[in-house]
C-alpha cells in the first residue's frame, strides 16, 4: 500500500544511509546506456544533443535511476540538464541520496 | 491490498450501476456522482493514502479501471483525466503543491488534464500555450482543445510552454479569462465533458506552476501521458470484457435456423475472436502493470505496447460484438453500439495508433542493432 511518496521504486539506497560512490554510480549508468542503446557512451557525451535520445528514453532513464540507487526524482530536478551526461546524473544521484539521508536522520 | 480493490470495485458498480446508456444519451454524466466518485478515492485511485488516495499498485489500479470502463467509458474517460491530473502533480509538484492539490482531488473537485492544441496534437513542439511570470503571479495565454472532462473540471491542469522550456500549471476552471466550451457531439464517450478551453490572461498566483522552470516539454508530456496510456489501455480491457459478455449471452440466446446462433460456425468464431480479445489485452496490460509496480525501466515501452494493442483489440472487437448482436445491437442505448463508438476513440487520444506504433519501431530498431552486431 502507497501511503506516502514511496510509489517511485523500492528504495534500496546503501544500507547505512551513505550515498553511491559517485564512480560506482557512473559505471552502472555506463553499463545501462550501453545495453539500452547499443552503443558505448564517454562520461561527458550529451545524450540528448541533435540526433540523440526521445523522451520515451528520457523517462526509462528517470526510472532506471530511481529504481538502481532508491532515489525520488521530482519537481525541478526532472529538468534535462540533470539527465545530460552520465557525470551529471551521478551528480544528481549523489545529491539526492545525501538528501534522503539528511532527512531521515535529522 | 485485494480488499481495497473490491471495496472499490464495488463502490464503482453501485455508483454507475447500469445507467452507461442513460448518460451516453444524455450526453452528461450527474456532476453530484462524480464527485461522490471522486471524494471516495475512485477517480485516481493510485494517489497516496497520505493523500487521501486509495494507494492503490498500478496493477491494482489497473482492475479498477478496467471495471469502471466495462461499466462506463464516458466515467472511465473522466477518470483517466482526472488521474492524469493527480499523476502530474504526484511527479512534478513540490512537497507543498502536492499536500495541496492532491487532497482536493480526492475531496471531491474534478480535474481536467489539457494537452492538445489546434495546431498541436501528435506533434506537441507545435504548443503555443504559454506561461508568463509576471513578479509574484503568472498569466496563461493558449487554446486547449478536447479537453477530456473539461466540461466538468473545477481544475484545470495545462501543460504550457515557459521559459524557454515547459511546465503544466494548475487553473481553476472559475479563473477570469478561462472559457470552457462543451464539445456537444463527439462521436463516443459522449458523456465525458469533452471541452475546448481558451485561456485569455487568465492571471494565478505563481506557486500553481508545477515544479518550476526548465523541464523539457517531451520529458513533461510523456512522463504524463504514460499515466494516460496505462488508463486508456485497462480501460479497453473494460470495453472487451463489455463486448465478450453482450455477444456470448446474445449468441447463447437468439435462436435462428433452429439454434442459438453461437452454435452455428461462422458466429462461434466471432465469440473466439472476442475472447481471444479479451485475454490478450489484460495479459499486456497486467505485464506493464507489474513493470510500473517494480519500478522497472521496461515500463515505458511495455505502457506504449498495452496501450497500442488494448485500443486495437477493442476497436476490432466492438466491430465484432455488433456483427453478433446485430440489429439487437445496432443502436444507440445498446452497449454494443456505445462500445463500437466509444472503442474508436481509444484508438485516436493519449497517443494515435500511428504514434504508438512509430514509438514501438524505434524500439524495434535498438533490438535489431543488437542482433547485427
Not at chain 1, 557525451?45 to 529504481?67: I, M, P, R, W, Y
Not at chain 2, 471524494?39 to 499498485?57: D, E, K, R, W
Not at chain 2, 509538484?93 to 482531488?105: I, K, M, N, S, V
Not at chain 2, 510552454?161 to 463516443?188: C, H, M
Request: net charge negative; hydrophobic share 45%; with cysteine.
Amino acid at each position: 500500500m502507497r501511503t506516502a511518496d514511496n510509489w517511485a521504486a523500492p528504495a534500496s539506497p546503501p544500507a547505512d544511509g551513505s550515498a553511491s560512490d559517485p564512480e560506482t554510480v557512473q559505471q552502472e549508468l555506463l553499463r545501462f546506456l550501453e545495453a539500452r542503446t547499443r552503443t558505448s557512451w564517454d562520461p561527458d557525451t550529451d545524450l540528448f544533443a541533435a540526433g540523440g535520445q526521445s523522451s520515451l528514453f528520457a523517462l526509462e532513464l528517470v526510472l532506471h535511476l530511481e529504481k538502481s540507487f532508491g532515489i525520488s526524482i521530482r519537481g525541478t530536478d526532472l529538468r534535462l540538464d540533470n539527465f545530460r551526461t552520465v557525470t551529471v546524473m551521478a551528480a544528481l544521484v549523489t545529491r539526492l541520496q545525501q538528501q534522503a539521508a539528511g532527512s531521515q536522520h535529522g | 491490498m485485494a480488499d481495497s480493490l473490491a471495496a472499490a470495485v464495488a463502490a464503482v458498480q453501485s455508483l454507475i450501476g447500469d445507467r452507461a446508456d442513460a448518460w451516453d444519451l444524455a450526453r452528461l454524466i450527474p456532476v453530484p456522482l462524480l464527485r461522490e466518485l471522486g471524494a471516495a478515492g475512485l477517480l485516481c485511485a493510485q494517489v497516496p493514502t497520505g493523500y487521501g488516495g486509495l494507494g492503490l499498485t498500478s496493477l491494482l489500479g489497473g482492475e479498477l479501471t478496467a471495471e469502471t470502463g466495462r461499466l462506463c467509458s464516458s466515467v472511465r474517460s473522466v477518470q483517466t483525466s482526472h488521474g492524469i491530473a493527480a499523476w502530474t502533480i504526484q511527479r512534478f509538484g513540490t512537497p507543498e503543491q502536492r499536500h495541496a492539490w492532491l487532497h482536493r482531488l480526492t475531496g471531491g473537485e474534478l480535474a481536467a488534464v489539457g494537452f492538445s492544441e489546434p495546431g498541436a496534437g501528435s506533434d506537441l513542439a507545435g504548443m503555443t500555450t504559454t506561461i508568463r511570470r509576471d513578479r509574484d503571479e503568472v498569466v496563461v495565454d493558449g487554446h486547449k482543445a478536447w479537453m477530456t472532462a473539461g466540461h466538468y473540471a473545477d481544475l484545470l491542469v495545462l501543460f504550457c510552454r515557459y521559459e524557454g522550456g515547459a511546465a503544466a500549471v494548475v487553473a481553476p476552471a472559475a479563473t477570469p479569462g478561462v472559457q470552457v466550451r462543451r464539445i456537444a457531439d463527439p462521436l463516443g464517450c459522449r458523456a465525458a465533458g469533452h471541452a475546448d478551453v481558451r485561456l485569455d490572461s487568465v492571471r494565478l498566483p505563481a506557486d500553481h506552476v508545477l515544479g518550476g522552470v526548465g523541464l523539457p516539454l517531451p520529458l513533461l508530456v510523456t512522463t504524463a501521458l504514460a499515466y494516460g496510456r496505462m488508463s486508456v489501455a485497462w480501460g479497453c480491457v473494460g470495453i472487451l470484457r463489455a463486448c465478450l459478455a453482450a455477444a456470448s449471452r446474445h449468441a447463447a440466446s437468439r435462436e435462428q435456423f433452429g439454434k442459438p446462433i453461437g452454435q452455428h460456425q461462422l458466429v462461434a468464431g466471432h465469440l473466439a475472436d472476442l475472447l481471444v480479445a479479451e485475454q490478450v489485452a489484460t495479459r499486456v496490460c497486467e505485464h506493464a502493470g507489474r513493470c510500473w509496480d517494480a519500478g522497472s525501466a521496461d515500463q515505458v515501452i511495455a505502457t506504449v505496447l498495452a496501450k497500442q494493442v488494448s485500443a486495437g483489440q477493442a476497436a476490432r472487437a466492438a466491430s465484432t460484438a455488433v456483427q453478433v448482436l446485430a440489429s439487437a445491437g445496432a443502436r444507440d442505448g445498446q452497449v454494443v453500439a456505445r462500445a463500437y463508438r466509444d472503442a474508436k476513440l481509444m484508438e485516436i487520444i493519449e497517443g494515435s495508433n500511428e504514434m504508438c506504433r512509430l514509438m514501438l519501431a524505434e524500439h524495434a530498431l535498438t533490438l535489431a542493432t543488437e542482433e547485427g552486431q
